[in-house]
């Protein structure tokens, strides 16, 4: 079955430094969302792509989803210690349920 | 205020006991979804509902159960034939069953069988 590998699993880096977590699928996805856990807390859904090439900003964050519709990326910029939680993206075939990576825990420290 | 909860937030039970996990939800939503997540394993699909009266397995259903006699209620059922129980569930919607629509999820309920 469809399967979403994301890594690194764990990052650690100094506030200001940037941040990058990778996501890659075994088939072709129909779209790709990425969410975040704080620690202790639940997934927020953060933005959602759909379109091959498409790319999209929030503030300090960057999504991209490849040209073969294969495999996504999350980049943050110069961190803050409010970016701290786990990222996880999750990728459809137009089925009827996500596929969920493993995540990526980011540690930020001041 | 709309928005899903889970309850409890915490659950002890012990081996051999059945446990049902409740989720409720008032965003209108017709999707439902159970998750359980093991530290490092990501979010596993447990069981999903796209419509009352319906649902269907998800990756690790074996010893669990669930019901949707209503549109705001997926209960969980936690059966003694689990072999690992101890985890985090989250519940989580979405709009349509579809994975092209945002999941919204619950606090989570941390179930430890002793």
């Known amino acids: 079955g469809q399967q979403v590998m994301q890594i690194p699993q764990y990052q650690h880096v100094q506030e200001g430094e940037d941040f990058t977590t990778y996501c890659n699928s075994s088939t072709t996805l129909s779209n790709i969302q990425w969410y975040k856990q704080r620690p202790g807390g639940h997934p927020v859904f953060l933005i959602q792509l759909v379109k091959s090439g498409e790319v999209k900003k929030q503030k300090r964050l960057t999504f991209q989803f490849g040209e073969a519709k294969k495999n996504s990326s999350l980049h943050i910029t110069a961190t803050q210690t409010t970016d701290v939680g786990t990222y996880f993206c999750a990728g459809s075939n137009s089925g009827y349920a996500l596929n969920f990576g493993k995540g990526t825990s980011l540690l930020v420290t001041p | 205020d709309g928005g899903i909860t889970q309850s409890p937030k915490y659950l002890f039970r012990k081996e051999g006991q059945n446990v049902t996990l409740s989720c409720e939800q008032n965003?209108?939503?017709?999707?439902m979804y159970w998750y359980r997540q093991d530290p490092g394993q990501g979010l596993r699909l447990i069981y999903y509902?796209?419509?009352?009266?319906?649902?269907q397995k998800g990756d690790i259903a074996e010893g669990y159960s669930v019901s949707r006699e209503k549109k705001e209620s997926f209960p969980l059922t936690v059966t003694s034939a689990q072999k690992n129980p101890t985890a985090f569930y989250l519940c989580?919607?979405?709009?349509?069953?579809?994975?092209?629509?945002?999941?919204?999820f619950g606090p989570g309920t941390r179930l430890t069988v002793l």
């Open positions: 509902s796209q419509i009352v009266n319906d649902f």
């Open positions: 989580a919607s979405s709009n349509r069953g579809q994975g092209e629509y945002e999941q919204f």
């Open positions: 965003l209108n939503h017709d999707a």
